[in-house]
């Protein structure tokens, strides 16, 4: 996965009925745009690192323009 700043961090709800979690990575920490990221959270606000799964997507800066 790679990823850069400004990215859309989507991760799949697992259950029936479960929202997807939405968030922009603030920070890329790993080499090339690997992760872990920094990811602020839309639901919420929230900020933290984060090593999405296989359940993640990235939409790219330029996918949502």
Do not use: C, N, Q
Not at 34 to 54: I, K, L, N, Q
Request: proline letters at 5%; a negative charge.
């Amino acid at each position: 996965m790679r990823a850069a700043v400004g990215d859309r961090i989507i991760v799949r709800g697992h259950k029936v009925g479960e929202h997807d979690r939405v968030g922009e990575i603030l920070e890329v920490r790993g080499e090339d745009g690997a992760p872990p990221y920094v990811v602020r959270w839309a639901r919420d606000g929230h900020e933290s690192t984060f090593r999405p799964g296989t359940d993640a997507i990235v939409e790219h800066l330029e996918d949502h323009h």
